[in-house]
């Protein structure tokens, strides 16, 4: 491909598991954050990022939301930390159709991590005052078509599952009364 050049920031957030205190800061800011509207409610189910804690064990792992996956892998992970055996799938990132975690509670749409869109700083990233949490950031050049078929692709993933939960006729419907509103 030799479309033009484009400047990305990448975003990373570290994790350092061993400064992790279980506290739940990132988990409540993050469904306040992205309540409708904004800070009316904590719950969080509601949150893009997902604590697994084993306090007995002092086993404490900030899990991100990633991305949605239409169908359930084939294959699966089932971690042991510290003699404790987790959940399949229990540290996987993506919203998928085999569990509950990731889906926003009141529409079940899949939930992710979207770096708190339009904040200087992600906000789970703020309120971890034990800095288990640290945004790193750099630039790449990447392809512009790779951005706009990245944009493409997220934009159809919501469409999809907008589609499943409500039916097609029914977003329809709701395009062209929206459309007919301006
Ligand atoms: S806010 Fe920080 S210390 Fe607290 S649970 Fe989240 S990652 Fe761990
Ligand atoms: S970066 Fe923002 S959206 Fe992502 S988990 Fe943290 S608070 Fe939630």
Known sequence: MTG???????????????????????ELICSAFHADPKY???NPARARIRLI?????????PVYAGDYAPAECAGRDKYTIG??????????????PSREEFKEPDS??????DMCEGEEEPLCVKWCLTDALVLEEREEEVDDE???????EELELGLDSLADKYG???ILDA????????
């Open 4 to 26: 033009e050049k484009k400047k990305k920031i990448i975003k990373t957030i570290r994790i350092d598991l061993d400064k992790c205190n279980g506290c739940r800061s990132c």
């Open 53 to 61: 804690r084993d306090p007995i064990r002092d086993v404490y792992v």
């Open 40 to 42: 009316s409610s904590n």
């Open 146 to 152: 790779v951005v706009e078929e990245e944009e493409q």
């Open 168 to 170: 097609l006729q029914k």
């Open 108 to 113: 079940g749409l899949p939930l992710k991590c």
């Open 83 to 96: 003699g404790k055996e987790y959940d399949e799938c229990a540290f996987c990132r993506a919203s998928c």
């Open 175 to 182: 395009v062209a009364r929206m459309s007919k509103k301006d």
